[in-house]
């Protein structure tokens, strides 16, 4: 079975810090990887996704990355701002797991002013 | 607006009672998904439908149903089966792998709390 994991569950960062969020799977049949942001009792918002075929997606002060050959994705965030408080969330689509999204558990990300 | 409607937003259950969650999507897509949260958890995958008329069982899917009548529409039951329902339910909608691009978009849930 298809396993996500995401780590540090938390991180705490000052203000205008470049930080790094990681994301490993184990299968590497991947048909494509998306990152989300979840704020406090909120839905999921789509931030990047990645298709197998791809490398890299970049959407502002973000860079999501892809390396299919160690199962890994990393999300980069930019000068970091309070506003980027919120726990973000990987999910990977599979070729052997149907249609489903296996979500990873988590970072809690709080940047302090 | 395109997207996907979650209602209500706060559901209170009485210990017996069935209820049902309603999700509506506007984006034209073929599959939907019900994800439940627990606090400080990820999502687990409770039901999904890949096309109207069927819908296979996720990893937790005792004590809840699901319909797929419509292919906007894809409500969940959570029966008095389930023992331990109070939890954040999400709803979710994407084209089928294949058929363009698959990104995943969410509702903004739905908070069952059993009283």
């Known amino acids: 079975k298809q396993e996500v994991t995401q780590i540090p569950a938390a991180l705490s960062v000052p203000e205008g810090e470049n930080l790094v969020l990681n994301c490993s799977f184990t299968?590497?049949?991947?048909?494509?990887l998306q990152w989300f942001r979840q704020d406090p009792g909120k839905g999921l918002t789509s931030l990047l996704l990645?298709?197998?075929?791809?490398r890299e997606q970049t959407s502002g002060r973000l860079n999501a990355s892809l390396d299919k050959s160690s199962g890994r994705s990393t999300l980069y965030i930019a000068a970091s701002q309070p506003g980027d408080s919120a726990t973000y969330l990987c999910?990977?689509?599979?070729?052997?797991?149907?249609?489903?999204?296996?979500f990873g558990g988590g970072t809690r990300l709080m940047v302090k002013p | 607006d395109g997207g996907i409607t979650q209602s209500p937003k706060y559901l209170f259950r009485k210990e017996g009672q069935n209820v049902t969650l309603s999700c509506e999507q506007n984006?034209?897509?073929?599959?939907m998904y019900w994800y439940r949260q627990d606090p400080g958890q990820g999502l687990r995958l409770i039901y999904y439908?890949?096309?109207?008329?069927?819908?296979q069982k996720g990893d937790i899917a005792e004590g809840y149903s699901v319909s797929r009548e419509k292919k906007e529409s894809f409500p969940l039951t959570v029966t008095s089966a389930q023992k331990n329902p109070t939890a954040f339910y999400l709803c979710?909608?994407?084209?089928?792998?294949?058929?363009?691009?698959?990104?995943?978009?969410f509702g903004q849930g739905t908070r069952l709390t059993v009283v």
């Open positions: 979710a909608s994407s084209s089928r792998q294949g058929r363009g691009n698959t990104e995943a978009f």
């Open positions: 299968d590497s049949a991947i048909y494509n």
């Open positions: 990645i298709q197998s075929s791809q």
């Open positions: 999910a990977e689509r599979n070729n052997n797991a149907g249609n489903m999204l296996t």
């Open positions: 984006l034209n897509h073929d599959a």
């Open positions: 439908s890949q096309i109207v008329n069927d819908f």
